[in-house]
């Protein structure tokens, strides 16, 4: 038995070190970056982005494209991308998708079926951001060209997470806070929008990538609001802005304050933090917001000494009331949806999971009339590397 046992454990090792048996070699496949989906008559139209593999390799410049793409239509998403192997020149691979997009046709009669799709093939991770085309097809837009970026998937996924950083108008929302929202009783789903400035028709041809000035463009800039699976209306950049003061996902951000003699002073928003709370008063529901936010002076455009403490508190002062205001535009647009976009619901059921059993049925009426506190305490803490302004009293 000494002896077996080791040649026992060798057999083991070596049954365990058979190969990939399920490897796919790139010479077979095409990997897909952005998929399209938009509603048809009797199904779907998909199409798909797949990278040129030529193309991306090549060090110098040629003429061929980063990118293809190509479309078919199905009773289902599946048997619609199964029928792009008729079209496409190889098996479409998605493990390296980087977004998808809904025409916004198809965002409004509803997206529950197609996502049923997307969370259940193993095929694909849930790392991919999803979008709307804001006023147009998921096909149009997928073709658009964009420079520096030879595979425009990759420009749409990286100008929503810059946005979402550093000005804060947008989101990236991937598969599984998407599905969460849906299937929530107290909070509503959000997409953010993709807008194409110009022509489209322009965007799919080269020249639209050989100009100083591209004339045709993808924008990240509105949050598309969903009642369940069903896209009803838009936010707007400040409201958008509001939905992410409310809901914690402000990073960076710039805004400005009016002067009373006229020109502008900008302020930087460095860090801030949101703590959201669901309480009950006498039974009724209240949501209180309390936002800390720390910021810097970025731009000073009117004569003011901000080198003085109660110059700096008035500053203060003013920023807190704009960033309010910003705040309840957007859940007054929200209110006039009846959607409960921020996740309200979900903090009163933490708060008290009884009182929230009685709410949940009626919440799209009780959302409009809820009472929510806000309490903004926001901190300058630099004035940049000059005290005075160039802009100097006559």
């Not at 991308?81 to 691979?93: D, F």
């Not at 991937?174 to 807008?195: Q, R």
Request: proline share 3%; net charge negative; aromatic share 6%.
């Amino acid at each position: 038995m000494k002896k077996i046992a080791p040649l026992l454990s060798v057999l083991f090792i070596l049954l365990g070190l058979t190969g990939c048996w399920s490897k796919k070699e790139l010479s077979e496949i095409a990997i897909v970056t952005a998929l399209g989906i938009d509603m048809i008559e009797d199904g779907y139209r998909v199409s798909i982005q797949i990278v040129n593999p030529g193309a991306i390799a090549a060090k110098t410049g040629g003429q061929d494209l980063g990118m293809l793409v190509y479309a078919a239509e199905g009773r289902t998403v599946l048997e619609a991308i199964r029928r792009l192997t008729t079209v496409a020149p190889r098996k479409p691979y998605f493990a390296h998708l980087r977004v998808v997009i809904f025409g916004e046709e198809t965002a409004k009669a509803g997206l529950r079926k197609p996502l049923d799709f997307l969370s259940r093939d193993h095929s694909m991770r849930t790392d991919f951001v999803i979008t709307i085309a804001k006023g147009m097809k998921a096909e149009d837009q997928i073709k658009v060209l964009t420079p520096m970026e030879k595979v425009s998937a990759n420009k749409i996924y990286t100008s929503i997470e810059t946005a979402e950083k550093n000005w804060a108008p947008t989101k990236i929302v991937l598969l599984d806070e998407l599905v969460s929202a849906l299937i929530s009783e107290g909070k509503e789903p959000i997409i953010t929008g993709l807008e194409v400035l110009g022509n489209p028709e322009t965007g799919n041809k080269r020249e639209n990538i050989e100009r100083v000035q591209v004339p045709v463009t993808i924008k990240s800039d509105y949050i598309g609001v969903l009642k369940e699976d069903k896209l009803v209306d838009w936010l707007d950049e400040r409201e958008s802005k509001g939905f992410n003061y409310i809901t914690d996902n402000i990073t960076n951000t710039v805004g400005f304050i009016e002067c009373e003699g006229g020109g502008t002073i900008t302020i930087e928003t460095i860090r801030s933090k949101t703590d959201m709370k669901g309480i009950f008063e006498k039974d009724k529901p209240k949501i209180k917001i309390h936002i800390t936010t720390e910021a810097d002076i970025a731009d000073v455009e009117c004569p003011i000494d901000i080198s003085k403490t109660e110059t700096i508190t008035e500053l203060e002062h003013k920023f807190n009331k704009k960033t309010e205001a910003i705040i309840l535009e957007s859940i007054d647009k929200a209110k006039k949806l009846k959607t409960d976009i921020y996740g309200f619901g979900e903090a009163l059921s933490r708060a008290d999971a009884k009182k929230w059993e009685r709410l949940k049925h009626t919440w799209d009426e009780e959302f409009t009339k809820l009472d929510v506190e806000t309490k903004i305490d926001i901190k300058i803490r630099r004035t940049g590397t000059i005290t005075e302004s160039f802009q100097k009293e006559e």
